[in-house]
């Protein structure tokens, strides 16, 4: 675990830089549960690089999925559809997504 969690800036530095993007409308839909199998530090750090990443996207924007595990769309379909929603009026729009920034979505608090 320790080795992924180290790992995770030589990842991010492989991966587009979020700004590049443009103007293009991004949700990023994050579970708010962690595997058993994950700690809660890997957890945080998940979450601390989505929010950061979605902060760098001119039209972006993170909903914390509360009450779901890895399957979102499993566990809140009905948050997944939402969004969905969301984007493709915002994208036949051309305009910005409605909620910008964090948004709480589900059933429970947010874990982290």
């Known amino acids: ?48 690089m989505q929010q950061a990443e979605a902060a760098a996207q001119p039209n972006g924007r993170i909903a914390l999925v509360e009450g779901s595990g890895h399957d979102i769309m499993t566990d809140q379909p009905a948050v997944v559809t939402a969004a969905l929603r969301d984007l493709v009026t915002t994208a036949r729009q051309g305009g910005a997504l409605a909620h910008p920034g964090v948004a709480h979505l589900g059933g429970r608090l947010p874990v982290p």
Do not use: Q
């Open 1 to 48: 675990m320790r080795g992924e969690i180290d790992g995770l800036a030589e990842t991010d530095a492989m991966v587009p830089h979020p700004a590049t993007l443009g103007e293009i409308p991004v949700i990023r839909l994050v579970a708010t549960e962690y595997a058993v199998t994950l700690s809660a530090e890997f957890h945080a750090l998940w979450v601390e």
